[in-house]
């Protein structure tokens, strides 16, 4: 999306090392952040969210990190493994009472060496 | 996976016809949203549907029209295809104001 960008269009890493993938957003007004996974031939798939008052939020093996500062939002993956191997998007929506109606940057594909 | 079903998976059609595209959203959602992906591209957003009503409107012009159902089912019509409305459409539903659930999509080849 235009408001939406990611610094890397691929990342390779070897199996059980840490993956991050990080994320630029331009509009200071967006409250709400996704990061989705998506496989070749399906749908993006949710992995985990972050509103704007928070700075960290993690889950099973991910954690994200929102700096409002510098406008930028990374994933973390620990203990990557080959079935981590998609393409990666960030999503941003502004604070309009429907959260769905998501920016998304053109994604980063993530590749697991075994 | 998620509770929500598009149908079909495939469509090809060719330039000028009409098309109709399918969505169940998950059990407990409300809102269901429709994007659009072409290859190699993020997700872009064409419009969203509250309680039946139009919540919301991409970038896209009118002949990219929908419906919400009272069981939140939707549907996504076009008319007029052209070539570049070849892409990957996908719908997501959500609860109002919670994160958006995506199906796998409905692949659109337009001739």
């Known amino acids: 999306g235009e408001s939406v960008g990611l610094h890397l269009p691929t990342l390779s890493v070897q199996e059980g090392d840490n993956s991050i993938i990080n994320c630029a957003y331009s509009?200071?007004?967006?409250?709400?952040f996704i990061w989705y996974k998506q496989e070749s031939g399906k749908g993006p798939q949710f992995i985990i969210d972050?509103?704007?008052?928070?700075d960290k939020r993690q889950g099973q093996r991910v954690t994200v990190l929102l700096n409002k500062t510098v406008k930028h939002l990374s994933l973390q993956i620990a203990a990557t493994q080959p079935g981590d191997s998609a393409v990666y998007f960030c999503?941003?929506?502004?604070?309009?009472?429907?959260?769905?109606?998501?920016?998304f940057g053109k994604g980063i594909t993530l590749s697991v060496r075994p | 996976e998620t509770g929500v079903t598009q149908s079909p998976t495939h469509l090809i059609k060719t330039r000028g016809q009409q098309v109709t595209l399918r969505c169940s959203s998950q059990?407990?959602?409300?809102?269901v949203s429709w994007y659009q992906q072409a290859l190699g591209q993020g997700p872009q957003f064409i419009f969203q549907?509250?309680?039946?009503?139009?919540?919301g409107r991409g970038n896209f012009p009118p002949r990219f029209s929908g419906l919400q159902f009272p069981n939140y089912s939707s549907e996504l019509n076009v008319n007029a295809l052209e070539l570049d409305d070849s892409a990957l459409y996908l719908c997501?539903?959500?609860?109002?104001?919670?994160?958006?659930?995506f199906g796998p999509g409905t692949r659109l080849t337009v001739l």
């Open positions: 999503a941003e929506t502004l604070p309009t009472g429907a959260n769905s109606k998501l920016t």
């Open positions: 997501a539903s959500s609860t109002r104001g919670g994160a958006p659930f």
């Open positions: 509009n200071s007004a967006s409250d709400y």
């Open positions: 549907y509250y309680r039946e009503e139009e919540n």
């Open positions: 972050i509103r704007s008052n928070m």
């Open positions: 059990s407990g959602h409300n809102t």
